[in-house]
């Protein structure tokens, strides 16, 4: 499925090399595991990753979870909680440019659902424990719950 693209790359560098990216990260909670997608594009490549993305302009934070489940894991979540915030420090030296700060939610799946992966990822898996080789600041979040 394409994914939302409401900037050119060229609008979008311009804009977030001067102010801070409002994102939504998912935190989604299973019997199994936490769900985590390995990134293959648009930065933290080989990364595995909390499902999220950018909150548009006029787009309600609720909206923007539904919106962002949808676009990268194919299914709507049910939102338990707000967690607090995520500061991306990291982002400049993986993408060149930019900083983000992400509202963070644990969410469930409902049951019987099948996760469909956009292309910005080529794996998803649940895990406990979580991999090394995660977003380092997600990965400092998740530890710290």
Not at 18 to 24: A, E, K, Q, S
Not at 124 to 142: A, G, H, R
């Amino acid at each position: 499925m394409p994914r939302k693209q409401p900037l050119t790359y060229d609008e979008f560098k311009s804009i977030y090399s001067r102010v801070p990216r409002l994102c939504i990260d998912l935190l989604i909670k299973t019997p199994q595991g936490y769900l985590l997608t390995l990134r293959q594009k648009n930065g933290y490549i080989n990364q595995w990753h909390m499902p999220g993305g950018t909150v548009f302009f006029h787009e309600k934070i609720a909206d923007a979870i539904q919106r962002v489940a949808f676009e990268e894991i194919g299914i709507s979540v049910v939102v338990k909680k707000s967690l607090g915030y995520v500061e991306y420090f990291s982002e400049v030296a993986e993408r060149g440019f930019g900083y983000t700060i992400s509202l963070a939610f644990l969410c469930t799946l409902p049951k019987n659902v099948k996760i469909i992966l956009d292309n910005q990822a080529n794996e998803f898996d649940f895990f406990k424990t979580i991999p090394s080789n995660t977003v380092l600041e997600q990965k400092e979040f998740i530890n710290r719950l």
